[in-house]
């Protein structure tokens, strides 16, 4: 017969029946074998890769690469007698020059063709319909090999190229154009520059409070944004900190040295990262603006906003807190589909560790691209949960 004048809790093994301890339990458990899994399947690999001689060490990273990359955003190019640590160093460069870029790119790209899909006119509707079914629905592979090998490479060749203003010539060798050279006051310019743009965000955050709160225009945006170009112009005429190196031609193409020469294999890469990755975006902006209650809208108009006031200052604001989060899977699968550029030829992280494989042990090879492509899809994915969380409304 049970005590009734006992509290629960003194009952024999009262603890099982308790929801947090069980599933306190049930998570070590499910830890510890994933812990004991992941031990034997290090243990096994370890020593199948020893049975086979097969070196697991990064020792290599130290040896002369025996290959050459000319493809990079430095002024020294990787030299066959430079390790295997500086082509790693020029891969990951050629790979945020490429995500970088296109991110930048697609996100404005998207924004527009988003912008297009809810448009009345049936002309422009339709066009961006068009765009966003034909590059959604086709591999972004077969896009890349079409744009490389049936557009770019059908280009004139480099000793005659096409002439555009900059001067610039585009070719089936990449694109040439002028090139800034940073001089004794450049860094000092990137200062005031900051500077500028400091104060100019500045005013544009206490316009902003003052216009909302007495309901006065203040044309925060307009007097901020002016701020910053007229430091930045100012210091720029009175700095003189770039001087301008125009390309030239040779007998045979162009001149190295002379300008600033895009690959491309560099544009072949850009332009199906962002047409592939903008067709997606399009759709979130799309769903996103239509995610906004249509009073939204109404009460705009009511109050005399233009159809471009409505879009930048009441429907895109409120319409990133559901943005945001499937823009960060097309961040991070645009950071991952960038490895894809080996297949045009262009030296970013995996194309330059495919070449390292044909004389170095594959493992350590891509441990290292894994790690690099890891951590830049945990830091892409910081940041925007940085801006989720900004975004996000605020409640008690």
């Known amino acids: ?4 004048t006992q509290p629960p809790n003194s009952q ?3 603890f099982l029946r308790d929801v947090r301890f069980l599933r306190v339990t049930v998570q070590l458990a ?4 994933i812990v004991l899994l ?6 096994n690999t370890s020593e199948g890769l020893a049975r086979a001689r097969i070196p697991t060490d990064f020792s290599f990273l130290s040896q002369p690469s025996g290959f050459q990359i000319d493809e990079g955003f430095v002024d020294q190019p990787h030299k066959r007698t430079d390790s295997y640590a500086n082509a790693f160093v020029i891969g990951l460069i050629n790979t945020l020059r490429a995500v970088v870029v296109s991110l930048i790119l697609s996100t404005l790209l998207g924004l527009f063709v988003g912008v297009a899909r809810l448009s009345t006119n049936y002309l422009v509707r339709t066009l961006a319909i068009g765009y966003i079914e034909l590059f959604q629905n086709t591999p972004l ?3 890349l090999f079409f744009i490389f090998t049936s557009v770019l490479l059908t280009l004139p060749p480099p000793a005659t190229p096409i002439e555009l203003p900059g001067p610039s010539y585009l070719s089936s060798g990449g694109l040439a154009t002028p090139n800034l050279i940073g001089g004794e006051n450049a860094t000092l310019w990137l200062v005031v520059a900051a500077l500028g743009i400091v104060i100019g965000v500045t005013l544009w955050r206490r316009l902003r409070r ?6 006065q225009v203040t044309y925060a945006a307009e007097i901020g944004l002016g701020v910053m170009l007229v430091v930045g112009v100012l210091a720029w005429l009175v700095l ?3 001087s301008v190196d125009f390309p030239e031609l040779g007998r045979f193409g162009y001149i190295r040295g002379k300008g600033a020469i895009i690959s491309a294999n560099f544009v072949a890469i850009i332009l199906g990262l962002v047409l592939y990755t903008g067709a997606f975006i399009a759709e979130i902006v799309r769903s996103g ?9 109404e009460a705009a108009r009511s109050q005399g906003f233009t159809y471009g006031q409505i879009l930048r200052l009441i429907v895109i604001p409120q319409a990133l807190r559901v943005m945001i989060p499937p823009l960060t899977n097309q961040y991070l699968n645009l950071a991952k589909n960038s490895s894809l550029g080996a297949a045009v030829g262009f030296a970013e992280v995996f194309g330059v560790a495919r070449t390292m494989a044909q004389s170095v042990s594959v493992v350590p090879i891509m441990i290292i691209v894994m790690g690099i492509y890891l951590s830049l899809s945990l830091i892409t994915a910081a940041v925007m949960n940085v801006l989720n969380t900004r975004f996000q409304i605020k409640t008690r």
Do not use: H, K, N, Y
């Open 12 to 14: 024999p093994f009262a």
């Open 289 to 297: 603006i239509q995610s906004v209650p249509v009073g939204q809208w």
């Open 141 to 143: 592979l077969l896009q």
């Open 30 to 33: 499910v830890l510890s074998v």
């Open 38 to 43: 992941g031990i034997w399947l290090v243990g």
């Open 240 to 242: 003189q900190p770039f």
């Open 1 to 4: 017969m049970t005590d009734l």
């Open 210 to 215: 003052v216009r909302l709160e007495t309901g």
